[in-house]
């Protein structure tokens, strides 16, 4: 091989990761790592059937009776405000499955991406497989 | 025969990915820089060299001359 390198898509960056973040410190927040609030509504969708209302930088829904409030934060990204009197372990709790469930959405979205791209260039898919670790990996031929 | 020019692109679970030009000597596996960063739409944070960038590169006119002196 020649060169390799590794790769922070978009979706997944924060939009002002070299500024100081503005954070608010409230008692009842969790931040997140998701920053695509159209992957965030597909994601309570998929999980929950949620009803969501609001969009853009802030919406809510209910889920299992717990108001959960998603608004972006000064660095791109959204955290989960919550406000009736339930545990906070059982919040994060859901908030770790929503995470976990909006990696898959990322991966899918980056796949699709790149599929369309490279189709787009003219770029030869060869081969496609899925490892045991789940990674999804594109093999195209350059020769054209 | 020409060497096979590949790219390999792995994404992995949480997104993130990995792209890897073979099949190129020397320094012109660079010039596919742009490209990768056009496919995958995203921020190049970390870039190794391999072996075959410190290989020469050979010329499609020298292959070229030499198989005509066979």
């Known amino acids: ?95 770790d499955d929503i995470q976990a469930e909006y990696k898959g959405m990322v991966q899918d979205y980056v796949y699709n991406t790149i599929k369309a791209k490279a189709e787009e260039k003219g770029l030869v898919l060869e081969q496609e497989a899925v490892q045991k670790n789940q990674s999804i990996v594109l093999t195209f031929n350059l020769n054209g | 025969m020409s060497t096979e020019r590949k790219l390999i692109i792995s994404i992995d679970k949480d997104g993130n990915v990995t792209a890897e030009i073979n099949g190129v000597k020397g320094s012109s596996c660079k010039d596919y820089t742009k490209l990768v960063e056009q496919i995958i739409e995203g921020q190049i944070i970390n870039e190794t060299l391999t072996s075959e960038y410190y290989e020469q590169e050979v010329k499609t006119d020298d292959r070229s001359h030499l198989s005509n002196n066979l």
């Open chain 1, 1 to 95: 091989m020649s060169v390799r390198f590794d790769i922070r898509p978009l979706i997944t960056l924060g939009e002002t990761q070299w500024n100081e973040s503005v954070q608010k410190k409230e008692a009842f927040s969790i931040q997140t790592n998701m920053k695509s609030e159209g992957l965030i509504r597909n994601t309570l969708t998929k999980l929950y059937k949620a009803k969501i209302n609001g969009k853009g930088n802030v919406f809510e829904t209910v889920i299992y009776g717990c108001q959960l409030v998603f608004q972006m934060n000064g660095s791109g990204f959204y955290e989960v405000q919550y406000f009736y009197d339930v545990e906070s372990g059982d919040v994060r709790a859901l908030v």
